[in-house]
């Protein structure tokens, strides 16, 4: 975006302002703060209009829940400057089909179009794909940053490398296991990725992992419920593992801490409700403190590190979950591929 003449030139911004809400307020604005140093470039170098486009959510439909107003009004707070906010473009159905009229509908009355929604661009939908095949397309300076930093990773790193997994859904990390996994020095896997590791009773990944010793296991899934801490294979029957046990932190974090190079993605447990955040917390302050390269990806995690007050000990807080994995898969984005080598 930096060779992009702006000077002028109405310039339409697909940004990645997809935040919760909470009681029709913006509870996260974290994602609204890393869209503004593109925002502000433009402003700076005197774009004749700026119009900011979005999803949020997964609205099927027109959807007075996920009406981008109070995230246009958080935008205006934060932004000086003048700018159009479009409303959700998922409340078009053209939107995820990369329906070429909506696509068309975006990109009129706009003379160049630019990519910063880095965490939106492995989805090939109208406002990542489809205005970028009819506009002068640019990467936003978030999109540059990230695919820098991330791509630190796939290179030649500083060891000790360590990979820190969580959370669910195990079959969507398991290319970055794989990719990332081999080159690493230790692999440490807790939250349901650990539960469902061990009971594929094979080795999906090809080498050796640190799997959590203990837990934190629940009579059932409530804030509340009876609690204790069990060896991890001493799960009650009918109960469930939470978090992640105190010997399994204290390895996982003695692990972390000489570190050279570090890439966490997921939570260890359900760390939402306080009596189960103490392993995703011992995790988020080992990487924090570390000396190493880190970089965090997944809502989650950067949540917990938020909430610990750590961002900012982190050397890259990634806003893409989906995007980054994919990326470090090997994966094409499409949002990226349609954007011309400058």
């Known amino acids: 975006m930096r060779a992009a003449e702006v000077s002028g030139r109405r310039v339409l911004v697909r940004a990645d302002l997809n935040v919760p809400l909470e009681g029709g307020r913006v509870a996260d604005d974290t994602r609204i703060r890393a869209a ?5 470039l433009l402003r700076d170098r005197a774009a004749a209009a700026v119009t900011v486009c979005s999803h949020l959510g997964r609205p099927e439909g027109p959807d007075p829940a996920y009406s981008m107003k109070p995230v246009g009004e958080r935008l205006r707070e934060l932004f000086d400057g003048e700018l159009t906010v479009l409303e959700n473009t998922r409340f078009d159905p053209g939107e995820t089909k990369n329906d070429p009229d909506f696509a068309r509908r975006l990109a009129e009355g706009q003379d160049l179009f630019v990519q910063d929604a880095f965490g939106s661009v492995h989805r090939a939908h109208a406002s990542t794909v489809g205005v970028a095949e009819l506009l002068p397309a640019y990467a936003g ?3 540059e940053r990230e695919l820098a930093e991330l791509g630190k990773l796939l290179g030649e790193v500083d060891r000790p490398f360590v990979l820190v997994s969580g ?3 195990v079959d969507d990390k398991l290319g970055v296991l794989r990719k990332l996994g081999g080159r690493a020095d ?3 896997v807790g939250g349901k990725m650990a539960e469902e590791l061990r009971g594929t009773g094979a080795d999906p990944l090809g080498f050796p992992v640190e799997l959590p010793v203990d837990v934190v296991a629940a009579s059932e899934f409530d804030e509340n419920a009876e609690a204790r801490v069990v060896p991890y294979d001493g799960v009650p029957d009918g109960w469930l593992g939470l978090d992640i046990g105190p010997e399994t932190r204290g390895r996982f974090a003695g692990l972390i801490a000489p570190a050279r190079t570090i890439f966490w993605n997921g939570p260890m447990g359900v760390f939402e409700w306080p009596r189960f955040a103490e392993g995703t917390k011992a995790v988020a302050e080992a990487v924090a403190h570390s000396d ?5 990806g997944g809502a989650d995690s950067i949540r917990a590190l938020g909430e610990l007050g750590l961002l900012d000990r982190v050397s890259w807080a990634s806003t893409g979950g989906g995007a980054a994995l994919e990326l470090l898969e090997g994966r094409e984005l499409p949002g990226v591929a349609a954007i011309p080598e400058e």
């Open 36 to 40: 503004l140093p593109t925002l502000e």
């Open 141 to 143: 300076l978030l999109l």
């Open 167 to 169: 959370g669910a859904k």
């Open 186 to 188: 230790s692999v440490l």
């Open 292 to 296: 190493a390269y880190s970089v965090v």
